[in-house]
C-alpha cells in the first residue's frame, strides 16, 4: 500500500513539475514552444548567446545578461500583419506604462515572418512580454509573463534521482 | 545480498522507464518536420512537383508527377539507395495508389538508383477516405526511412463505403483489393489467438519475474515445471504442427496458382546529363545561419559553363522555397506554404555571363527556417547544409545546381 501511496506521489511530483506554471500566452506545446495570439501562432525561442550560446529557452530566461528572443510566423497571413512589441517589468496583471516599458518596438510589418530583438536583462526580476498584432481591423493582444534569472523551474534530473533513490530503497526493504 | 540488489535494480529500473515514458514528446502533425535536416537536406531533392489536381472523388484518379535529384552530399550516415521505393506520405491510406512510374519504367518493386542523378516519377493514387489529406511524393531507402517531396492538400470526396480498389489477377479472376481476403485474415488471427491465449493464461498464473528467479537461484526449478505442464506442452506442439500443416493444405486447394513473394530489385537508368543539370558550378566560400533573423548568409563563386547568361532565381532546401521576386518564378510547386516568396536576396550584379565565374553573396531569410525546424541542423554533428540553387537562363531555360557544405551559426 505505502509503495503505491508513494509511486502516486511521485508521479504527481513530475507532472507539477512540467504543467502547473501559468505563463499566460506562452506554453510549451509538446516539444515546440508557442505564443498564441488569438487565433494564430507563433514559435518562440529565447537565446543567451554569452551564457549558452544556441541552447534554447521557453517561458522563464534562466539568468541576467544579454538576452535574444526570436517570434517566427506559423501563419503565412501573419506575415502581413503590422506587429508591436513591448516588455514591461512587473506582476503579471500590471498595466503598460512608459515608466514600467524596458522595450518597445513600434507597429511594423515583418515581411520574413521572423521578429528578432535583444535585450539586456540587468537584473533578476519579473517581467511581461506583450504582443499586439493588426489583423486589418482588429488588434489582437497576447500577453505573457516571465522570470528573468530566479533559477527557473525545478530541474527534472533532481526529481529523478529522488524517484530513482526512494524507489529502490523501497525495492530494497521489500526484498529484506 | 546478490539478489537484492538485482531486485533492487529491477525496481529502479521499472521507475525509471515509467517516468521518461510520461515524459515522451509527440511528432507533431504527420511527421514530415520531425525528421532531423540532415535527412531532408542532403538527400533527395524534388522539383517540378504537379499534382494533377487538389480535389478527387473517392474512386477518382489523381497523378503526382516530378523529379528528383539524388544528392552528391548525401549524408555518411544514412544508407546509399541501393533498395529504394517510390510511394506517398500521408495521414493514412486517404488515398490508395495505383501505380508507379520511374523514368517510364513500372516501379511496382524495389529499385536501385545512383547519387548524382536525376529521375523522373509519376505515381497513380485513387480517392480513397473522404476528407482533407496532406499527400507527399515519397521515396522510401532501405534503412534510412521515408525521404518526403512537396505536399498538397488534397480534398477527398464522397463516401468511404463506396470506395473499391478492382483488380483483376493473373488467373483472370476480378477482385476488390480492398476487401479482398479480409475474411480469412480475421479468421486465421482469431484461430491462432485461441491458443496463443490460452498459452499465455495457462503460465501467468504461475509465480513470475522476481519470485521464479529467486526459486532457480535457490535450486527449486523442479517445482516450477509440473508433469501436467509437460503434457499440456506436448499436446500444444502437436497441435500446432497440425494446424500449419492443414492450414497450408486448405490454402493450397482454394488457391492452386501460387508465386512466390516477389523481392527482386528492378534497374532504373537516370535521366541524361544535360546541360541544364551540369553546366552551371557552384563553389561554396562561407555559409553562416544568423539566429535572430532566421537568415542563411552564403559567399559563392558560380561558374556558367552554359551557352547563355543566367541569374539566380531560387534556392530550394528541404522542400522550401526561398526565390527572388525580381526574377520570373521557376518550376511549379504546389508548396505554397512552404515558399519563401521575397526571401532571396542577391548582392552585386546578378546577372552571370557565358564563360564567367562571378562571385555571388546571397541572403535566404524566412522564418520558415525555423517553423520547418531546419535551423536545428546548427545542433547536428556535422553542422552542414544542402540545396539546390536554380538558375534562370536568357534562353528561358532552367539550369540547376546542387550545393552543400559546412555552415556556422552565429548571433550577429
Ligand atoms: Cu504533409
Redesign the pocket.
Known amino acids: 500500500m505505502l509503495n503505491k501511496t508513494i509511486a502516486a506521489l511521485l508521479f504527481g511530483l513530475f507532472f507539477f513539475s512540467t504543467t502547473a506554471s501559468a505563463h499566460g500566452g506562452l506554453s510549451a506545446d509538446k516539444d515546440l514552444c508557442i505564443l498564441t495570439i488569438g487565433a494564430y501562432k507563433m514559435h518562440f525561442t529565447g537565446y543567451q548567446p554569452d551564457s549558452s550560446a544556441t541552447k534554447e529557452f521557453c517561458e522563464d530566461i534562466p539568468s541576467t545578461g544579454l538576452t535574444i528572443v526570436a517570434m517566427d510566423a506559423m501563419d503565412r497571413k501573419m506575415k502581413n500583419f503590422p506587429t508591436e512589441i513591448r516588455v514591461i517589468e512587473g506582476e503579471a496583471e500590471a498595466e503598460a506604462t512608459d515608466a514600467n516599458t524596458i522595450l518597445h518596438m513600434p507597429f511594423k510589418v515583418y515581411p520574413t515572418g521572423n521578429i528578432s530583438f535583444e535585450h539586456r536583462f540587468p537584473k533578476e526580476g519579473k517581467f511581461v512580454g506583450i504582443v499586439t498584432i493588426k489583423d486589418g481591423d482588429e488588434e489582437i493582444v497576447s500577453r505573457f509573463p516571465f522570470a528573468v534569472g530566479m533559477g527557473g523551474g525545478f530541474p527534472v534530473w533532481i526529481l529523478l534521482a529522488v524517484a530513482v533513490a526512494v524507489g529502490g530503497a523501497i525495492t530494497y526493504k521489500k526484498m529484506a | 545480498m546478490k539478489n537484492k540488489i538485482i531486485s533492487l535494480l529491477g525496481g529502479v529500473a521499472v521507475i525509471v522507464t515509467s517516468l521518461t515514458a510520461l515524459y515522451a514528446p509527440q511528432a507533431g502533425?504527420?511527421g514530415?518536420r520531425s525528421q532531423e535536416p540532415f535527412l531532408r537536406m542532403r538527400t533527395v531533392h524534388w522539383y517540378d512537383t504537379n499534382f494533377s489536381t487538389n480535389r478527387v472523388a473517392v474512386n477518382e484518379e489523381m497523378t503526382i508527377t516530378g523529379k528528383f535529384l539524388l544528392a552528391e552530399a548525401w549524408p555518411e550516415v544514412i544508407m546509399k539507395p541501393d533498395v529504394a521505393y517510390l510511394h506517398v506520405?500521408e495521414p493514412g491510406p486517404a488515398v490508395a495508389k495505383v501505380e508507379t512510374w520511374l523514368n517510364g519504367v513500372p516501379a511496382a518493386k524495389s529499385f536501385k538508383l545512383e547519387l548524382g542523378k536525376t529521375y523522373e516519377y509519376k505515381v497513380i493514387v485513387r480517392g480513397r477516405k473522404p476528407g482533407e489529406a496532406?499527400i507527399?511524393p515519397m521515396l522510401n531507402v532501405q534503412s534510412a526511412g521515408g525521404l518526403v517531396g512537396p505536399?498538397q492538400w488534397t480534398l477527398i470526396e464522397g463516401v468511404y463505403e463506396d470506395f473499391t480498389y478492382p483488380v483483376t489477377t493473373l488467373t483472370g479472376e476480378a477482385i476488390d483489393l480492398n476487401t479482398y481476403g479480409f475474411a480469412n485474415v480475421v479468421k486465421w488471427h482469431i484461430i491462432w489467438a485461441i491458443p496463443a491465449l490460452f498459452w499465455v493464461l495457462y503460465w501467468v498464473r504461475r509465480p513470475l519475474f522476481i519470485p521464479r528467479f529467486l526459486m532457480v537461484q535457490n535450486g527449486e526449478e523442479d517445482a516450477l515445471i509440473t508433469s501436467t505442464d509437460k503434457k499440456v506442452g506436448i499436446a500444444l506442439l502437436i497441435g500446432t504442427i497440425v494446424l500449419v500443416t492443414m492450414s497450408s493444405n486448405s490454402a493450397k486447394e482454394q488457391y492452386p496458382v501460387q508465386i512466390p513473394l516477389q523481392s527482386a530489385i528492378i534497374p532504373v537508368e537516370a535521366l541524361p546529363v544535360t546541360p541544364q543539370n551540369s553546366a552551371v558550378k557552384a563553389k561554396i566560400l562561407k555559409a553562416n545561419y544568423r539566429i535572430p533573423g532566421r537568415s542563411m548568409t552564403m559567399t559563392l563563386d558560380i561558374t556558367n559553363g552554359s551557352a547563355t547568361p543566367i541569374k539566380l532565381a531560387e534556392f530550394n532546401s528541404a522542400n522550401v522555397r526561398f526565390t527572388n521576386s525580381l526574377i520570373p518564378t521557376l518550376a511549379k510547386t504546389d508548396s505554397a506554404e512552404l515558399w519563401a516568396k521575397d526571401g532571396l536576396n542577391v548582392q552585386g550584379e546578378p546577372t552571370i555571363y557565358p564563360g564567367e565565374t562571378a562571385r555571388l553573396e546571397i541572403e535566404a531569410s524566412d522564418a520558415l527556417w525555423e517553423t520547418e525546424r531546419l535551423s536545428s541542423l546548427i545542433g547536428d554533428p556535422d553542422s552542414a547544409f544542402g540545396g539546390v540553387l536554380y538558375f534562370q537562363g536568357a534562353d528561358g531555360k532552367t539550369y540547376m545546381e546542387e550545393i552543400s557544405g559546412p555552415i556556422i551559426p552565429t548571433f550577429q
Open positions: 502533425a504527420h514530415e506520405a496532406h507527399h505536399g
